[in-house]
């Protein structure tokens, strides 16, 4: 097996950058687009906590990547928080992204709070009740979110937005960023939809609408006080370099992106850099313990109860070849932006069943097939 690499810089052959670990698969809520098809009641095979303790223990070793407490509703388990003190004992940067039900309450965010719990991550799909709780399948889900929100400003704590792009919020993202604006977020996290779990592809925005929403998403990201992520749209960091290449009157510096996409590079919010992609930097674990290169790109690469995550991670032949863009194939594969971009590897499988395909929602044709 390889050795771990050093503390100063990650090499996503050894060490995954962001870890998430889907708790469990319980919740209250019905969302139209759920990854995990939750359920209301948790599942007698998830990891208890004497395994979650020892999966924290090799997630640790893996020069201590961010870990994020995902479900399903992470607060649907009871020993949540005897998690999470364990892992910030540990030294783990930890996250979590609950859903807006009765569990959030003040009492509980002063509790993540007093732990060192590093953020917490609300869901909004829409600027008002009807869209957003038509979203999550919930009648009253908006109101709760915003008074969880109004909560972490009273404890002064940072606030991430996840919002998933689809076809019943495109035409209303102007109200969206204008939400946002008065919601005084630190960051907004950006889903572009990949039909995996109840997400369906008729609920999906067009490739040509993708790219008109990375160019809107681009300029609020220079306008606004919020730094701005996106997920399932590695494209949109093509779009960036584009833009500001246009803007700077210079030509794009391949190497330099090359370079940012392989070293590891984190902002101030330790968000993860450039060059992530499923199974490339990434790695997400199930409720049951099997791992997959995210949880959209439903290809079981092992079970944590059978192997340790380091052996997974890195030997795994399913994400070492995702981990390999010179593998990629169709335009992604001689794309100049392949090694910053890649495509999403999810979107690829959902729509051709190979995750090596390319991303079928991009509009972007490569040099090298222009020049033939």
């Excluded at 109101?143 to 495109?170: C, F, G, W």
């Excluded at 572009?192 to 990375?214: A, K, T, W």
């Excluded at 590079?265 to 199974?279: C, E, H, M, Y």
């Excluded at 990434?282 to 791992?291: E, K, L, R, T």
Aim: net charge positive.
């Amino acid at each position: 097996m390889n050795k771990p690499s050093s503390r100063h810089v990650r090499d996503y052959n050894i060490d995954p950058f962001i870890v998430i670990w889907e708790v469990t698969r319980a919740c209250a809520l019905k969302c139209l687009h759920c990854r995990a098809d939750a359920q209301h009641h948790r599942d007698p095979r998830e990891l208890n906590f004497t395994e979650a303790k020892h999966l924290i223990d090799q997630i640790h070793s893996m020069n201590n990547p961010l870990l994020v407490f995902t479900g399903g509703d992470p607060l649907e388990r009871e020993d949540i928080f005897d998690i999470a003190a364990y892992a910030i004992r540990k030294g783990v940067r930890v996250s979590m992204t609950p859903s807006a039900t009765p569990n959030v309450t003040k009492e509980v965010m002063r509790k993540a709070k007093e732990m060192g719990l590093a953020r917490w991550a609300f869901s909004i799909d829409g600027p008002n009740h009807a869209i957003h709780d038509h979203f999550r399948g919930t009648s009253g889900s908006f109101d709760r979110t915003m008074e969880a929100i109004h909560y972490l400003h009273e404890l002064n704590m940072p606030i991430q937005i996840n919002t998933v792009i689809s076809k019943y919020n495109l035409d209303y993202l102007n109200e969206m960023k204008m939400l946002m604006d008065q919601l005084d977020i630190v960051l907004w996290s950006v889903f572009f939809l990949v039909p995996v779990g109840r997400g369906q592809q008729n609920d999906m925005i067009s490739p040509v609408e993708h790219e008109r929403v990375f160019r809107w998403l681009y300029n609020v990201s220079k306008s606004s006080n919020f730094d701005v992520k996106t997920t399932a749209a590695q494209h949109y960091r093509r779009v960036v370099l584009q833009q500001k290449a246009r803007e700077n009157k210079t030509e794009i510096a391949y190497e330099n992106v090359l370079k940012y996409g392989s070293t590891g590079t984190i902002d101030g919010l330790g968000r993860a850099p450039s060059g992530v992609n499923d199974g490339n930097g990434f790695i997400f674990i199930s409720h049951i313990g099997d791992v997959f290169p995210s949880g959209l790109l439903p290809v079981k690469v092992g079970n944590v109860r059978e192997q340790s995550v380091p052996e997974i991670y890195r030997n795994s032949p399913i994400l070492q070849q995702l981990r390999d863009p010179d593998q990629y194939k169709g335009k992604c594969g001689v794309c100049e932006f392949r090694n910053v971009c890649g495509g999403s590897r999810s979107r690829a499988y959902a729509a051709t069943g190979d995750y090596l395909e390319s991303e079928p929602y991009c509009v972007y044709i490569p040099k090298a097939m222009r020049q033939k």
